[in-house]
């Protein structure tokens, strides 16, 4: 029983090392040569030594990680340890730059993106802690076109982000449209960027000072020349 014991111990300490079958079979049918035992019994043993292997051999290629490491399946906790693209941060920019890659994974054959984010839980972060909102109203036509997209997005939020069988994805979004107040001084410029707006496809129109009292009673019109509402799918 020495010699098992030996044995046992040479490959404990072959640590990260592939032992075949053929060749513990090999060895074990030397080492029991002289030794009178039944066939059963020998098979059990064997039986019992492949299953140790095996555990081994899986305890192993956990805490060595080799050429064909798989993190996700058995460490589903840690990163991969390759990626095409790492982004620092999981904000509201950083998640957004990963989930549009990763739609044109066909065309890009496979792209890997990972995202570094140093509070997952979200409970510090600004993009769900702070104020957010959005308009239609810029003076250039790529951020125009940016935010129509933007809010044709959050409007099939559903087809984009729903989970099977959960709950449908709620935003929160108050789609109350977005206002600007313009005195005499900078009315000429929310005009000509009403212009750009409008020929861009964006949903603004202007209002005068009376309609903007007959729309928003509350708000002190002295002063205000001009104002640029975006209509709905728009707000915070």
């Not at 014991?5 to 640590?15: E, I, P, S, V």
């Not at 192993?60 to 080799?66: E, F």
């Amino acid at each position: 029983m020495s010699m098992w014991k030996g044995l046992h111990m040479t490959a404990r300490a072959a640590h990260g090392i592939h032992i075949s079958s053929r060749f513990i079979h090999k060895h074990m049918r030397l080492c029991t040569r002289n030794i009178s035992t039944s066939r059963p019994v020998q098979n059990d043993f064997f039986k019992d030594l492949e299953n140790q292997f095996k555990a081994f051999r899986e305890k192993a290629a956990d805490a060595m990680p080799g050429s064909d490491w798989t993190p996700f399946e058995k460490n589903s906790s840690l990163p991969p340890e390759r990626a095409d693209i790492v982004i620092v941060g999981g904000g509201v920019v950083g998640w957004s730059i990963a989930y549009w890659l990763k739609q044109k994974e066909m065309i890009r054959d496979g792209v890997r993106v990972l995202v570094v984010e140093r509070d997952p839980t979200y409970s510090q972060a600004s993009t769900v802690l702070s104020a957010g909102g959005i308009r239609q109203q810029f003076s250039l036509p790529e951020n125009i076109h940016l935010s129509m997209a933007s809010a044709d997005f959050m409007r099939n939020i559903n087809e984009h982000l729903s989970v099977l069988n959960d709950d449908p994805v709620d935003l929160q979004f108050n789609h109350s449209g977005y206002l600007f107040l313009a005195s005499e001084k900078v009315a000429h410029i929310m005009e000509e960027n009403y212009s750009t707006q409008r020929y861009a496809g964006a949903k603004v129109s202007l209002l005068s000072p009376t309609q903007l009292k007959e729309k928003c009673p509350w708000i002190n019109t002295d002063g205000v020349v001009l104002a640029s509402y975006g209509l709905p799918l728009t707000g915070c």
